[in-house]
Structure formats: structure tokens, C-alpha cells
């Protein structure tokens, strides 16, 4: 299969996606949490959607196991590519998912982030 028909459908999926999920948090009023303490250009921020990164890895999660199914690729290349990309998603998820319930733009740590994204690694 040609690369860039593979390109093209991920992007056309994240588009979607994310385009559905922008509008979905403006509905329902979901968005970044600035400091109260901030900079007052900073809470133009107010409200700003997040969690896109959603858009991106189920894009290519759809797209890597329609090429495992269809034998393009095997089970150890699958694995090798979407594990990592997949755990490095989900800890900016938990990321931004702590900022949305604690409603403070602090989320994890960074010193407590970088040595879960060493241990990824």
C-alpha cells in the first residue's frame, strides 16, 4: 500500500475527528482553566478546547489496525509503533483531564511527567 494514501487517510480522520470534538467542548462549554493569577492575556485561554490530542491517536490507532487486519503490517511492527505513541497519549490525556477536574492549569508535575515519559521511553 502507498504511503502517502495511508498519510492522507489519517489526516482526513484527524480532521474529522477533531473538528467533531472542537465543536463538541464549545457546546458543551469545556475548555483550559488559566490561573486566576495569570497574565490577563492569558485568559483569552479560558475556554480553549482540549484533549485534540484525542484526535490524533485514534486516527492513527484506526488506520495502524485496518493495516493489521488487512496483513499489511504484523504484530511486532503494530506494537513497536503504536504502544509507545499511544502511552505518551494517554499521560497528556490524564494531563489535561486533571487541569479539567481540578479547574487548575497545573495537571501532573513536571518533574513527575518527564520520568514517566523516561520510563515510556
Given at each position: 500500500m502507498e504511503?502517502?494514501?495511508?498519510?492522507?487517510l489519517?489526516?482526513?480522520?484527524?480532521?474529522?475527528?477533531l473538528?467533531?470534538?472542537?465543536?463538541?467542548?464549545?457546546?458543551?462549554?469545556?475548555?483550559?482553566?488559566?490561573?486566576?493569577?495569570g497574565l490577563?492575556?492569558?485568559?483569552?485561554?479560558?475556554?480553549t478546547?482540549i484533549f485534540?490530542?484525542?484526535a490524533?491517536?485514534?486516527?492513527?490507532?484506526?488506520v495502524?489496525?485496518?493495516?493489521?487486519?488487512?496483513?499489511?503490517i504484523n504484530?511486532?511492527?503494530?506494537?513497536l509503533?503504536?504502544?509507545?505513541?499511544?502511552s505518551?497519549s494517554?499521560?497528556?490525556?490524564?494531563?489535561?483531564?486533571?487541569i479539567?477536574?481540578?479547574k487548575?492549569?497545573e495537571?501532573?508535575?513536571p518533574?513527575?511527567?518527564?520520568?514517566?515519559?523516561?520510563i515510556?521511553?
Open positions: 504511503i502517502w494514501y495511508l498519510m492522507l489519517t489526516f482526513i480522520l484527524t480532521f474529522l475527528i473538528n467533531w470534538l472542537i465543536n463538541y467542548q464549545k457546546r458543551n462549554r469545556v475548555g483550559q482553566i488559566e490561573r486566576e493569577e490577563r492575556s492569558h485568559k483569552e485561554k479560558n475556554k478546547p485534540g490530542g484525542v490524533f491517536v485514534l486516527s492513527y490507532l484506526i495502524f489496525t485496518f493495516l493489521l487486519i488487512i496483513d499489511e504484530i511486532y511492527i503494530y506494537l509503533i503504536v504502544m509507545p505513541m499511544t505518551f494517554l499521560l497528556g490525556f490524564i494531563d489535561d483531564y486533571l479539567l477536574k481540578y487548575k492549569n495537571g501532573i508535575k518533574n513527575i511527567k518527564f520520568l514517566i515519559q523516561i515510556i521511553s
